[in-house]
C-alpha cells in the first residue's frame, strides 16, 4: 500500500500563504505517476485543486489559478502546493493524491493521503 504524507497545513489571515508539502512511500515512483492536490470542505465535493503530469505539465482549478502553484522536486521526492493570496473560501481539508492519468483523463489507481487542514481567516 502506497502511503502519502502531507504537511504545510496550518491557520492564516486572508491574504496570506502556506506550502503544502506531500511525499509518497518509498517504493513509489514520483516521476512516473500524475500527482494532485484536492481539496473538501465540509458540505461540499472534494475537488481537485492541482494536478501535474509525469512530464511536469500542472494544471489547476479556475478558482485558484493565478494564486497556486504546484511543483515537483524529484531528489527530494516531495510535491509541493505554494498557496498565495488566501481567501477564506480556501479553507478546506488538503489532500495529496497519486496515481495513473494521462492528460485531460480520469484518474486511476488513486492513493490518498491522510489530509492536511488549511483554515483562512477574514
Known amino acids: 500500500q502506497v502511503q502519502l504524507v502531507e504537511s504545510g497545513g496550518g491557520s492564516v489571515q486572508a491574504g496570506g500563504s502556506l506550502r503544502l508539502s506531500c511525499v509518497p512511500s518509498?517504493?513509489?515512483?514520483?516521476?512516473?505517476?500524475?500527482m494532485g492536490w484536492f481539496r473538501e470542505a465540509p458540505g461540499k465535493e472534494r475537488e481537485e485543486v492541482a494536478a501535474?503530469?509525469?512530464?511536469?505539465?500542472?494544471v489547476y482549478a479556475d478558482s485558484v489559478k493565478g494564486r497556486f502553484t504546484m511543483s515537483r522536486d524529484n531528489a527530494k521526492r516531495t510535491v509541493y502546493l505554494q498557496m498565495n493570496s488566501l481567501k477564506t473560501e480556501d479553507s478546506a481539508m488538503y489532500y495529496c493524491a497519486a496515481g495513473h492519468r494521462s492528460y485531460g483523463g480520469s484518474w486511476s489507481d488513486r492513493y490518498w493521503g491522510q489530509g492536511t487542514q488549511v483554515t483562512v481567516s477574514s
Open positions: 518509498a517504493e513509489y515512483t514520483l516521476t512516473r505517476n500524475c
Open positions: 501535474i503530469y509525469t512530464g511536469g505539465t500542472t
